[in-house]
Nanobody
Framework: QVQLVESGGGLVQAGGSLRLSCAASGRTFSTYVMGWFRQAPGKEREFVAAISWSGGTTYYADSVKGRFTISRDNAKKTVYLQMNSLKPEDTAVYYC??????????????????WGQGTQVTVSS
């Protein structure tokens, strides 16, 4: 069992940056593939980024590639999402998620077993 708690959301102007954190409980954090998703009002939850258990491999949605960076610190049981050059269309609730199965190219919500409660990111124009 893994519990996930996101933090770091807030209000930022277009072009600005934010770093989200997701702290995990449990002893097996380092064995999970971790991902970030987001959900804007009236839209489905969409994939943002994923990272392998070792942190050596990452996978991004085309819409954030080159602007967002996912990373993890297994000693701290934390995964991060550094978001630069933010746009108003990045406004959403951001969720982190954990997957018990192998393979880091996990872009579907159905591939993840545990979810955090989400943190709001609002980008003003």
């Amino acid at each position: 069992q893994v519990q996930l708690v996101e933090s770091g959301g807030g209000l930022v102007q277009a072009g600005g940056s934010l770093r989200l954190s997701c702290a995990a409980s449990g002893r097996t954090f380092s064995t999970y593939v971790m991902g970030w998703f987001r959900q804007a009002p009236g839209k489905e939850r969409e994939f943002v980024a994923a990272i392998s258990w070792s942190g050596g491999t990452t996978y991004y949605a085309d819409s954030v590639k080159g602007r967002f960076t996912i990373s993890r610190d297994n000693a701290k049981k934390t995964v991060y999402l550094q978001m630069n050059s933010l746009k108003p269309e990045d406004t959403a609730v951001y969720y982190c998620a954990a997957s018990r199965s192998p393979g880091y190219r996990k872009g579907s919500i159905y591939e993840y077993d545990y979810w955090g409660q989400g943190t709001q990111v609002t980008v003003s124009s």
